[in-house]
């Protein structure tokens, strides 16, 4: 029997890591007649409080975890909830696979209360939000001066809008239009992820 090398290595699928007497079978593993072997190319690792063996894939799929930062198109707005459209991570920019949509509940787009997300957010305005619970269902936030709208278009003549001079309301170049926003301190900063 092959020993298996401690610590971090690259390991291929079949590849024995060790046996259920060592180690407790972790994540891209699989455990057959008390022996441990890998599922998936990719790094072996060892917890040494748990005594646990895992594999993490040397090309993962990319997932979103509590924390992250996602640009997404608001699509639909509720009366309790707007409905955001994930587009991609932030700041890598790598898209979110799946089009997977994320929630903004009333109470969590910023700090103190909000009467109406329709005073917020339109729909088709792009956001930065963070994610606050990544499953079963992606709910996301805007609470800080760093997160909200960073790009959003004129109700009327569809234009991009532009900050006002005073910073607190967007201005439509074209029409005039003056309309406001839950806006991120970069508004008009960030990159836009290309129209899906």
Known sequence: MNEPAPGSRLVVP???LGTAEEYVPGRGTYENDGRI????LGRSRIDAA???ISVR???????????DLVLGRVSDLKSAMAIVELLAEYPSGRTVPGNPEGTIHVSKV?????????????????VLSRVLQSRPGVKLGTVG???????ARCHQCHAVLE?????KELVCPRCGRREHRKMAERY????SPAPG
């Open 57 to 67: 894939a040397l090309h993962e799929v990319p997932a979103l975890n509590e924390g």
């Open 110 to 126: 910023k700090d103190g209360y909000t009467d109406s997300l329709a005073d917020e957010f339109a729909a088709g305005d792009i």
């Open 14 to 16: 079949g590849e024995l």
């Open 145 to 151: 001066p760093s997160l909200g709208v960073v790009s």
């Open 37 to 40: 072997f890998a599922a998936l």
């Open 188 to 191: 008009g900063g960030l990159p």
């Open 50 to 52: 748990s005594r646990a």
């Open 163 to 167: 900050l006002s001079r005073n910073g």
